[in-house]
Protein backbone atom coordinates (compact mmCIF):
# COMPACT_ATOMS: atom_id res chain seq x y z
CA UNK A 1 0.00 0.00 0.00
CA UNK A 2 0.86 3.40 -1.10
CA UNK A 3 2.33 5.43 2.14
CA UNK A 4 1.29 8.76 0.49
CA UNK A 5 -2.46 9.87 1.46
CA UNK A 6 -4.25 10.83 -1.19
CA UNK A 7 -4.94 14.66 -1.15
CA UNK A 8 -8.49 14.55 -0.27
CA UNK A 9 -7.10 12.89 3.18
CA UNK A 10 -4.61 15.56 3.10
CA UNK A 11 -6.64 18.49 3.31
CA UNK A 12 -9.04 16.23 5.86
CA UNK A 13 -6.01 15.78 8.13
CA UNK A 14 -5.22 19.60 8.46
CA UNK A 15 -8.43 20.53 9.29
CA UNK A 16 -9.32 21.13 12.68
CA UNK A 17 -11.96 19.32 14.78
CA UNK A 18 -13.76 22.70 15.23
CA UNK A 19 -13.25 26.08 13.92
CA UNK A 20 -10.90 28.35 15.96
CA UNK A 21 -11.74 31.54 17.33
CA UNK A 22 -9.66 34.37 15.61
CA UNK A 23 -8.89 37.98 17.16
CA UNK A 24 -10.69 38.23 13.28
CA UNK A 25 -13.92 38.43 14.92
CA UNK A 26 -14.06 40.60 17.51
CA UNK A 27 -11.49 43.34 15.39
CA UNK A 28 -14.11 43.21 12.73
CA UNK A 29 -17.09 43.40 14.60
CA UNK A 30 -15.40 46.47 16.13
CA UNK A 31 -14.33 48.26 12.77
CA UNK A 32 -17.72 47.71 11.48
CA UNK A 33 -19.62 49.54 14.84
CA UNK A 34 -16.97 52.51 14.45
CA UNK A 35 -17.93 53.13 10.89
CA UNK A 36 -21.60 53.94 11.93
CA UNK A 37 -20.09 55.78 15.23
CA UNK A 38 -17.73 57.77 12.81
CA UNK A 39 -20.04 58.71 9.99
CA UNK A 40 -22.48 60.46 12.46
CA UNK A 41 -19.60 62.37 13.94
CA UNK A 42 -18.71 63.29 10.21
CA UNK A 43 -22.54 64.35 9.33
CA UNK A 44 -22.40 66.58 11.89
CA UNK A 45 -19.05 68.30 11.56
CA UNK A 46 -16.65 67.31 9.05
CA UNK A 47 -13.61 67.85 11.40
CA UNK A 48 -10.60 66.59 10.31
CA UNK A 49 -10.33 63.82 13.46
CA UNK A 50 -13.57 62.46 12.24
CA UNK A 51 -12.49 61.99 8.72
CA UNK A 52 -9.90 60.51 9.42
CA UNK A 53 -11.25 58.16 12.14
CA UNK A 54 -14.16 57.10 9.76
CA UNK A 55 -11.55 56.41 6.89
CA UNK A 56 -9.69 54.22 8.99
CA UNK A 57 -12.51 52.33 10.39
CA UNK A 58 -13.76 52.03 7.05
CA UNK A 59 -10.14 51.22 5.56
CA UNK A 60 -9.88 48.06 8.09
CA UNK A 61 -13.04 46.45 7.29
CA UNK A 62 -12.38 46.41 4.06
CA UNK A 63 -9.04 45.52 4.43
CA UNK A 64 -10.30 42.43 6.39
CA UNK A 65 -12.76 42.11 3.61
CA UNK A 66 -10.18 41.30 1.05
CA UNK A 67 -8.23 39.05 3.00
CA UNK A 68 -12.21 36.91 3.51
CA UNK A 69 -13.32 37.51 -0.06
CA UNK A 70 -9.96 35.09 -0.86
CA UNK A 71 -11.14 31.77 1.50
CA UNK A 72 -15.29 32.10 2.05
CA UNK A 73 -17.45 32.30 -1.32
CA UNK A 74 -19.69 34.24 0.65
CA UNK A 75 -20.73 37.10 -2.04
CA UNK A 76 -21.51 39.85 1.34
CA UNK A 77 -17.27 40.14 1.94
CA UNK A 78 -17.63 41.72 -1.89
CA UNK A 79 -20.68 43.39 -1.62
CA UNK A 80 -18.94 45.22 1.87
CA UNK A 81 -15.71 45.76 -0.29
CA UNK A 82 -18.17 48.04 -2.58
CA UNK A 83 -20.18 49.18 -0.09
CA UNK A 84 -17.07 51.15 1.74
CA UNK A 85 -15.35 52.24 -1.58
CA UNK A 86 -17.49 55.37 -2.37
CA UNK A 87 -17.26 56.95 1.20
CA UNK A 88 -13.92 56.31 1.13
CA UNK A 89 -12.78 58.09 -2.54
CA UNK A 90 -15.24 60.95 -1.01
CA UNK A 91 -13.20 61.27 2.21
CA UNK A 92 -9.92 60.96 0.54
CA UNK A 93 -10.86 64.26 -1.46
CA UNK A 94 -11.20 65.85 2.48
CA UNK A 95 -7.99 63.97 3.01
CA UNK A 96 -5.70 65.62 1.03
CA UNK A 97 -7.11 69.11 1.14
CA UNK A 98 -6.11 69.36 5.31
CA UNK A 99 -3.04 67.26 4.49
CA UNK A 100 -1.91 69.84 1.44
CA UNK A 101 -2.85 72.94 4.34
CA UNK A 102 -0.14 71.44 6.77
CA UNK A 103 2.52 71.58 4.06
CA UNK A 104 1.90 74.62 2.66
CA UNK A 105 2.22 76.02 6.57
CA UNK A 106 5.50 73.68 6.55
CA UNK A 107 7.01 74.61 3.26
CA UNK A 108 7.37 78.41 4.16
CA UNK A 109 6.73 79.54 0.80
CA UNK A 110 7.59 83.64 0.88
CA UNK A 111 4.76 83.96 -2.02
CA UNK A 112 1.67 86.13 -0.68
CA UNK A 113 -0.01 85.85 -3.74
CA UNK A 114 0.16 82.63 -4.75
CA UNK A 115 -0.17 80.77 -1.13
CA UNK A 116 -3.57 82.55 -0.89
CA UNK A 117 -4.47 81.46 -4.72
CA UNK A 118 -3.30 78.04 -3.39
CA UNK A 119 -5.55 78.58 -0.12
CA UNK A 120 -8.88 79.35 -2.28
CA UNK A 121 -8.52 76.50 -4.79
CA UNK A 122 -8.43 74.13 -1.55
CA UNK A 123 -11.12 75.63 -0.03
CA UNK A 124 -12.78 75.17 -3.44
CA UNK A 125 -11.98 71.64 -3.55
CA UNK A 126 -12.70 70.55 0.01
CA UNK A 127 -16.52 72.53 -0.67
CA UNK A 128 -16.78 70.07 -3.22
CA UNK A 129 -15.44 67.00 -1.54
CA UNK A 130 -18.20 67.41 1.15
CA UNK A 131 -20.94 67.55 -0.99
CA UNK A 132 -19.55 64.51 -2.79
CA UNK A 133 -19.16 63.45 0.43
CA UNK A 134 -22.39 63.86 1.95
CA UNK A 135 -24.00 62.17 -1.49
CA UNK A 136 -22.58 59.30 -0.58
CA UNK A 137 -23.61 58.85 2.45
CA UNK A 138 -26.70 59.47 1.92
CA UNK A 139 -26.67 55.75 -0.63
CA UNK A 140 -24.90 54.36 2.47
CA UNK A 141 -26.58 51.38 3.53
CA UNK A 142 -27.27 51.47 6.75
CA UNK A 143 -29.56 48.88 7.54
CA UNK A 144 -27.42 46.52 5.56
CA UNK A 145 -24.15 47.16 7.61
CA UNK A 146 -25.87 46.67 10.67
CA UNK A 147 -27.01 43.03 8.90
CA UNK A 148 -23.58 42.81 8.55
CA UNK A 149 -21.84 43.74 11.79
CA UNK A 150 -24.17 40.62 12.72
CA UNK A 151 -23.64 38.08 10.45
CA UNK A 152 -20.14 38.86 9.06
CA UNK A 153 -17.82 38.89 12.28
CA UNK A 154 -18.51 35.27 12.97
CA UNK A 155 -17.55 33.79 9.68
CA UNK A 156 -14.15 35.24 10.18
CA UNK A 157 -13.43 32.79 13.10
CA UNK A 158 -12.62 30.33 10.83
CA UNK A 159 -9.43 32.24 10.29
CA UNK A 160 -6.83 30.92 12.81
CA UNK A 161 -4.74 34.07 13.84
CA UNK A 162 -1.14 33.48 12.95
CA UNK A 163 -2.55 30.06 11.05
CA UNK A 164 -1.11 28.73 8.11
CA UNK A 165 -3.91 29.98 6.16
CA UNK A 166 -3.32 34.06 7.61
CA UNK A 167 0.10 33.08 6.98
CA UNK A 168 -0.58 32.27 3.32
CA UNK A 169 -2.44 35.70 3.04
CA UNK A 170 0.60 37.74 4.24
CA UNK A 171 2.19 36.60 1.40
CA UNK A 172 0.22 37.05 -1.20
CA UNK A 173 0.20 40.29 -0.14
CA UNK A 174 3.95 40.39 -0.07
CA UNK A 175 4.14 39.12 -3.40
CA UNK A 176 2.37 42.02 -4.11
CA UNK A 177 4.41 44.58 -2.15
CA UNK A 178 8.05 43.10 -3.45
CA UNK A 179 6.23 43.94 -7.28
CA UNK A 180 5.29 47.12 -6.55
CA UNK A 181 8.66 47.77 -5.38
CA UNK A 182 10.38 46.44 -7.88
CA UNK A 183 8.59 47.98 -10.69
CA UNK A 184 8.78 51.59 -8.66
CA UNK A 185 12.81 51.60 -8.77
CA UNK A 186 13.03 50.50 -11.97
CA UNK A 187 10.65 52.83 -13.61
CA UNK A 188 11.28 55.73 -10.88
CA UNK A 189 7.85 57.28 -11.62
CA UNK A 190 5.65 58.87 -9.53
CA UNK A 191 2.33 56.71 -10.21
CA UNK A 192 4.44 53.68 -9.71
CA UNK A 193 5.47 55.12 -6.27
CA UNK A 194 2.09 55.53 -5.30
CA UNK A 195 1.31 52.41 -6.29
CA UNK A 196 4.12 50.58 -4.24
CA UNK A 197 2.34 52.60 -1.43
CA UNK A 198 -1.07 51.37 -1.73
CA UNK A 199 0.69 47.85 -2.11
CA UNK A 200 2.79 48.33 1.11
CA UNK A 201 -0.34 49.22 3.15
CA UNK A 202 -1.99 46.48 2.14
CA UNK A 203 0.81 44.25 3.05
CA UNK A 204 0.87 46.15 6.60
CA UNK A 205 -3.21 45.99 6.83
CA UNK A 206 -2.52 41.80 6.43
CA UNK A 207 -0.48 41.42 8.84
CA UNK A 208 -2.03 43.83 11.36
CA UNK A 209 -5.34 41.53 10.82
CA UNK A 210 -4.43 38.20 10.40
CA UNK A 211 -0.82 38.16 11.89
CA UNK A 212 -0.62 40.10 15.15
CA UNK A 213 2.22 38.64 16.45
CA UNK A 214 4.64 39.15 13.44
CA UNK A 215 2.62 42.89 13.78
CA UNK A 216 4.04 43.49 17.08
CA UNK A 217 7.26 43.05 15.58
CA UNK A 218 7.01 44.46 12.41
CA UNK A 219 3.62 47.23 12.71
CA UNK A 220 5.80 49.87 13.66
CA UNK A 221 8.49 49.81 10.64
CA UNK A 222 6.19 49.37 8.43
CA UNK A 223 4.17 52.32 9.38
CA UNK A 224 7.25 54.41 9.17
CA UNK A 225 7.97 52.63 5.39
CA UNK A 226 4.02 53.71 4.58
CA UNK A 227 4.32 57.27 6.18
CA UNK A 228 7.48 57.95 3.92
CA UNK A 229 5.40 57.07 0.61
CA UNK A 230 2.94 58.95 1.86
CA UNK A 231 4.42 62.16 2.05
CA UNK A 232 5.72 61.94 -1.60
CA UNK A 233 2.57 61.27 -2.51
CA UNK A 234 1.30 64.31 -0.76
CA UNK A 235 4.05 66.44 -2.14
CA UNK A 236 3.37 65.14 -5.53
CA UNK A 237 -0.29 65.57 -5.16
CA UNK A 238 0.55 69.51 -4.05
CA UNK A 239 3.01 70.19 -7.17
CA UNK A 240 -0.19 69.00 -9.48
CA UNK A 241 -2.40 71.40 -8.11
CA UNK A 242 0.47 74.54 -8.32
CA UNK A 243 0.85 73.27 -11.83
CA UNK A 244 -2.93 73.10 -12.71
CA UNK A 245 -3.03 76.95 -11.45
CA UNK A 246 -0.95 77.83 -14.45
CA UNK A 247 -1.18 80.28 -15.70
CA UNK A 248 -2.61 81.79 -12.93
CA UNK A 249 0.96 81.77 -11.17
CA UNK A 250 4.09 82.54 -13.24
CA UNK A 251 7.16 79.94 -13.76
CA UNK A 252 8.89 82.35 -11.20
CA UNK A 253 6.41 81.52 -8.56
CA UNK A 254 6.43 77.66 -9.37
CA UNK A 255 9.76 77.50 -9.48
CA UNK A 256 9.84 78.63 -6.13
CA UNK A 257 7.68 76.11 -4.87
CA UNK A 258 9.39 73.66 -6.53
CA UNK A 259 12.70 74.62 -4.95
CA UNK A 260 10.45 74.20 -1.82
CA UNK A 261 8.55 70.98 -2.23
CA UNK A 262 11.81 69.04 -3.96
CA UNK A 263 14.14 68.54 -0.61
CA UNK A 264 11.75 67.36 1.15
CA UNK A 265 10.63 64.98 -1.21
CA UNK A 266 13.94 63.91 -2.08
CA UNK A 267 14.80 63.42 1.51
CA UNK A 268 11.91 60.74 2.21
CA UNK A 269 12.69 58.81 -0.85
CA UNK A 270 16.03 58.56 0.25
CA UNK A 271 15.01 57.45 3.74
CA UNK A 272 12.96 55.04 2.09
CA UNK A 273 15.24 53.68 -0.15
CA UNK A 274 18.34 53.63 2.47
CA UNK A 275 16.10 50.87 4.45
CA UNK A 276 14.61 48.97 1.65
CA UNK A 277 17.02 48.68 -1.25
CA UNK A 278 20.17 46.49 -1.36
CA UNK A 279 21.77 44.76 1.50
CA UNK A 280 19.85 45.93 4.29
CA UNK A 281 16.24 45.89 2.55
CA UNK A 282 13.68 44.28 5.05
CA UNK A 283 11.74 42.84 1.87
CA UNK A 284 13.55 39.71 2.49
CA UNK A 285 13.69 39.77 5.80
CA UNK A 286 9.75 39.99 6.03
CA UNK A 287 9.43 36.73 3.15
CA UNK A 288 11.91 34.81 5.23
CA UNK A 289 9.62 34.60 8.18
CA UNK A 290 6.09 33.62 6.14
CA UNK A 291 6.08 29.89 4.84
CA UNK A 292 8.47 28.53 2.09
CA UNK A 293 9.44 25.02 1.74
CA UNK A 294 7.23 22.75 3.40
CA UNK A 295 6.02 25.20 5.33
CA UNK A 296 4.24 26.66 2.23
CA UNK A 297 2.79 22.90 1.38
CA UNK A 298 1.07 22.99 4.77
CA UNK A 299 -0.09 26.11 4.72
CA UNK A 300 -1.70 25.82 1.28
CA UNK A 301 -3.45 22.54 2.69
CA UNK A 302 -4.69 24.76 5.79
CA UNK A 303 -5.63 27.39 3.11
CA UNK A 304 -8.27 24.40 0.93
CA UNK A 305 -9.40 23.32 4.62
CA UNK A 306 -10.77 26.69 5.65
CA UNK A 307 -12.02 27.09 2.17
CA UNK A 308 -13.73 23.61 2.30
CA UNK A 309 -15.28 24.72 5.84
CA UNK A 310 -16.97 27.29 4.39
CA UNK A 311 -18.41 25.25 1.64
CA UNK A 312 -19.42 22.47 4.29
CA UNK A 313 -22.86 22.75 5.58
CA UNK A 314 -21.75 20.42 8.55
CA UNK A 315 -18.42 21.00 9.34
CA UNK A 316 -18.15 19.19 12.78
CA UNK A 317 -19.32 15.77 11.32
CA UNK A 318 -16.96 16.40 7.91
CA UNK A 319 -13.63 17.08 10.65
CA UNK A 320 -15.06 13.80 12.48
CA UNK A 321 -15.48 11.29 9.36
Known sequence: MSSKLPQAALIAANMPEEPLTSIDSSRLTKWMHSVLIEMDAVRKHFKPRNVHDLRVALRRCR???????????????????????KPLDALGGLRDTEVMRGWIGRLHVNDKSSTDLLLAKLNESERAAIRRTEKEFSHFDKKQWRKWTHQLPS??????????????????????????HSYAFRTRSKVSLHGLRIALK???????NF?????????GELKRFQDLLGDIHD???????L???????SATVRAKWEAAIQPQRV??????RAKM?????????????????????????DWLAVWAAFLDPDYSHSAYV
Not at 158 to 169: F, H
Not at 243 to 249: E, I, N, S
Not at 280 to 289: D, G, N, Q
Open 202 to 208: HFRYSIE
Open 235 to 241: LDVLWAT
Open 267 to 272: SRLAAY
Open 243 to 249: VRLTPAL
Open 155 to 180: RSACIVSDGPAAELLALERWREAWAA
Open 63 to 85: SIAQGLTELDPDSAWERLRKETK
Open 211 to 219: LPARNAEWG
Open 277 to 301: TGPKSRFPVWRAALPEGEALERARL
